[in-house]
């Protein structure tokens, strides 16, 4: 059947048009005249199998993504599909949608308070998705555009990273596209990771499909991606060394978003070293940890991301400017007053007021004594 709406050729027994999405019937001039569709089209970007689309959130190099609604459990969803379609043969489309929903259905199996938990992976009439949690806040990315983090803040985000992707480990998932737009930081002040594996998939698909096909993002990966050798999870404590040192400094150490071509950037991610860190608050340990992190050769770097953590931490704890979450969500809020009470002070308090109710016993009894 043809869509009305953008001519595209579609499967005959098909609802909705599996290129622009709209309701194939509706569209039809037989089934609804101008005034209906416009009424049915009104706050209504089509449908994909049982989502309502509500709208586009936005676009990355290989994907959109949707607002969307699911009746069944009445709630909001965001959906991801893939935008292959037009570069690629046919044969090599369909088989990057295959494993964009395989690696979708593999990064379902986590479940972990800084991941974006992945609903459902599948295809509906003959459009793939990854139906995902809808997150409501901000990306890294777009809080960096503001300027670089206080230390207190960028170590907690990375605390939270650290979690998200330790986790990924153990269950034997490797990132390898960690990196700020990726990155979404709630309005409470947790942060969560998305695009579990997918960065894998469309890797590998087009690795093996098409030679010469970007490998990840230019700038956020490790030398031994970039050239596309072997990764292990090493390569995503490379790419957490990146968002860190990015956090802190509010520079990309590969010059990243400064237009640069592919080929030019692998060259840099390979030969050109990382410029020292410069940010007089910054404890030694952190910087001497990015650093390392930054190694272009794998085994010199911190070979897990809890080693990572360790070496970020070194001897002493980064001083937070407060409660984990409160200094992030000083950021998000763009307040400069702390409203949240300092834990640590209130156990004081309780502390000398007990030890004073103590004496106060002791002296009692020492009267009645007498
Ligand atoms: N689960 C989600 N909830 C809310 N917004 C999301 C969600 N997933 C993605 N987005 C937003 O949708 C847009 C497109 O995301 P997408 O992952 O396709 O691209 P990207 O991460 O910006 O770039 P790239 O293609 O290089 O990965 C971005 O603005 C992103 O912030
Ligand atoms: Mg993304």
């Known amino acids: 059947m043809r869509c009305a709406n953008c001519g595209h050729e579609g499967n005959p027994g098909a609802s909705y048009c599996a290129r622009c999405g709209q309701p194939l019937q509706a569209t039809s001039p037989s089934v609804a ?3 209906a569709r416009n009424q049915l089209m009104a706050g209504f970007a089509g449908r994909i199998g049982p989502y309502v689309l509500r709208g586009e959130i936005g676009r990355g190099a290989m994907a959109r993504v ?20 037009g570069e690629y043969p046919p044969q090599v489309i369909a088989e990057m949608e295959r494993r964009f929903t395989s690696e979708g259905y593999m990064a379902s199996r986590l479940q972990h308070p800084n991941v974006v ?15 995902m949690e809808l997150v409501n806040g901000i990306t890294l990315g777009k809080l960096l555009e503001r300027g670089p983090l206080e230390v207190g803040v960028a170590t907690d985000i990375l605390d939270q990273l650290i979690d998200a992707v330790s986790y990924a480990h153990f269950m034997g998932v490797v990132h390898r596209d960690i990196k700020p737009d990726n990155i979404f930081i709630t309005r409470d002040g947790s942060v969560k990771l998305a695009d579990f594996g997918i960065a894998h998939l469309v890797t590998t698909g087009m690795d093996d499909l098409q030679s010469g096909a970007v490998l990840g993002t230019p700038g ?4 031994e991606q970039a050239t596309g050798g072997m990764v292990d999870e090493r390569t995503d404590v490379f790419s957490l060394g990146v968002v860190a040192y990015e956090m802190v400094s509010g520079q990309n150490p590969l010059g990243a978003h400064s237009g640069l071509d592919f080929q030019t950037m692998v060259w840099r991610t390979v030969n050109q070293p990382i410029p020292a860190l410069a940010v007089p608050a910054l404890p030694p340990s952190m910087a001497r940890a990015i650093m390392c992190a930054l190694e272009k050769d794998p085994n010199r770097r911190p070979q897990s991301v809890k080693a990572f953590k360790t070496m970020l931490h070194g001897v002493t704890r980064v001083p937070s400017t407060g409660s984990r979450s409160a200094s992030i969500e000083k950021v998000m809020s763009g307040k400069d007053e702390r409203t949240k009470v300092d834990l640590s002070q209130s156990w004081l308090i309780y502390l000398v007021i007990g030890l004073g109710g103590l004496v106060m016993i002791l002296l009692l009894l020492v009267v009645a004594c007498m």
């Open 66 to 85: 949707w607002r969307a609604w699911d009746p069944r459990t009445s709630r909001e969803v965001a959906v991801k599909e893939p935008l292959f379609s």
């Open 117 to 131: 938990t992945v609903f459902e992976a599948g295809t509906y009439d003959g459009r793939s998705v990854i139906v």
């Open 220 to 223: 956020y990966m490790s030398p």
């Open 33 to 35: 005249g101008g005034m």
